[in-house]
Each structure stands twice: as structure tokens, then as C-alpha cells.
T-cell receptor
Framework: AQSVSQHNHHVILSEAASLELGCNYS??????LFWYVQYPGQHLQLLLK??????LVKGIKGFEAEFIKSKFSFNLRKPSVQWSDTAEYFC??????????????FGKGTKLSVKP | DGGITQSPKYLFRKEGQNVTLSCEQN?????MYWYRQDPGQGLRLIYY???????QKGDIAEGYSVSREKKESFPLTVTSAQKNPTAFYLC??????????FGSGTRLTVV
């Protein structure tokens, strides 16, 4: 069965620090990869996604992620975080079977707290 | 505006009662999903439906039931058999190829 691991449960950073959140998945085939963000009191929003092509994906609000197939990883990065980035971040994966997709499997999430 | 509407936003249930959470989409998506979110657990799949009149159990289906009589609608019933129903419930839809769209969620509390 597929699974998604997010290494950090809670990350605390000061403003302007660099961010990297780890995500590893277990599935040997072709996958779609996603990072979602949930700001306090708000619903889930898509930050970025990878389906194919350039493994370095740029998303909204200055976030990017790199797909490293050999490491089964899709880590999220941001060079300089802001207080407004305080949120919970979820990595998600689904398998691709030809033109269709499997169910979306989520990691347990990483809470990011940015100190002003 | 196309999207997913979940209602109500907040729901309170007495122990022993069944409650139904609504999920409606106007995106013309074939597939719909219900997830449960608990602190520190991420999102876990309850039920999903790839097509009208068909649905499948997800990872944590016990104590829940669904129906898919119309393409636009995928209601979730939390039954009295669900031992720990207090959670945040998210509905999603997908055209079946790439990407999911999520609703804004329903927070269910047992009182």
C-alpha cells in the first residue's frame, strides 16, 4: 500500500529563515505529487503540484518543491519565510495508471510556526 | 463560479444520533471523496465514488455510509456506530485524471 511520510511534526522558524519540509512516499510506479497548505481556520489550498516534466516545481507564495525520483522524495522549500506562512503543510501522493489516477494519500502534516 | 459546497460548516451531534454531511459540486467531476482530518493524523480517506451509483470504502469506512445518486452530490452519514466522530470532514472531487478540488469542510462535534 502507498504511504506518505512527513519527517517533521512541528517546525519553528524565525522570519527570513529558509524552510525545507521533507516528504517521502512509498510507491514504485508513476505518481502525481502535491503540497497543500491549511492556514489557521481556513480550508485546504493547493500550493503546488508535480505531474511530469521539470522536477523543480514552483508554486504560489514563493514556494517550490523538487521531485527526486531515486529518493522517492518531494521536499518543499522556501528561501525566506514570513510570519504569514504559519500554517499546516500536507504532502500528498497519488499513483497514476495510464490516463487515470489512484486515490490521494496524505502525510500527517507538518505545522510551521514562524516567529516575527 | 465552479466549486464544492459543504454544509453545514459546524455540526453538533448527540451521542447515538446519525447525522448527514452535505457535499455538492458543480464542476462536472466524475469522482468524489470524503476525508476525515484529525490533529496529527493528516487526512484519511473514508469513502470515494468514481461514478454515479457506485462507491468504495476507503481506509476508515467503519461507522460511515454514503450514497451517490447524482453526479453533483455525495452526502456522508456519520452513524451511531462511529465511536469517535468528532473531527473535521473534507469533501473533494476530481475529473478523474489530475488534481483534486476540496470543499471548505464541516466540523462535527459530539456533545
Amino acid at each position: 500500500a502507498q504511504s506518505v511520510s512527513q519527517h517533521n511534526h512541528h517546525v519553528i522558524l524565525s522570519e527570513a529563515a529558509s524552510l525545507e519540509l521533507g516528504c517521502n512516499y512509498s510507491y514504485g510506479g508513476t505518481v502525481n505529487l502535491f503540497w497543500y497548505v491549511q492556514y489557521p481556520g481556513q480550508h485546504l489550498q493547493l500550493l503546488l503540484k508535480y505531474f511530469s516534466g521539470d522536477p523543480l516545481v514552483k508554486g504560489i507564495k514563493g514556494f517550490e518543491a523538487e521531485f527526486i525520483k531515486s529518493k522517492f522524495s518531494f521536499n518543499l522549500r522556501k528561501p525566506s519565510v514570513q510570519w504569514s506562512d504559519t500554517a499546516e503543510y500536507f504532502c500528498a501522493v497519488n499513483a497514476r495508471y495510464g490516463g487515470s489516477q489512484g486515490n490521494l494519500i496524505f502525510g500527517k502534516g507538518t505545522k510551521l510556526s514562524v516567529k516575527p | 463560479d465552479g466549486g464544492i459546497t459543504q454544509s453545514p460548516k459546524y455540526l453538533f451531534r448527540k451521542e447515538g444520533q446519525n447525522v448527514t454531511l452535505s457535499c455538492e459540486q458543480n464542476l462536472n467531476h466524475d469522482a468524489m471523496y470524503w476525508y476525515r482530518q484529525d490533529p496529527g493524523q493528516g487526512l484519511r480517506l473514508i469513502y470515494y465514488s468514481q461514478i454515479v451509483n457506485d462507491f468504495q470504502k476507503g481506509d476508515i469506512a467503519e461507522g460511515y455510509s454514503v450514497s451517490r445518486e447524482k453526479k453533483e452530490s455525495f452526502p456522508l452519514t456519520v452513524t451511531s456506530a462511529q465511536k469517535n466522530p468528532t473531527a473535521f470532514y473534507l469533501c473533494a472531487s476530481s475529473p478523474g485524471d489530475f488534481g483534486y478540488t476540496f470543499g471548505s469542510g464541516t466540523r462535527l462535534t459530539v456533545v
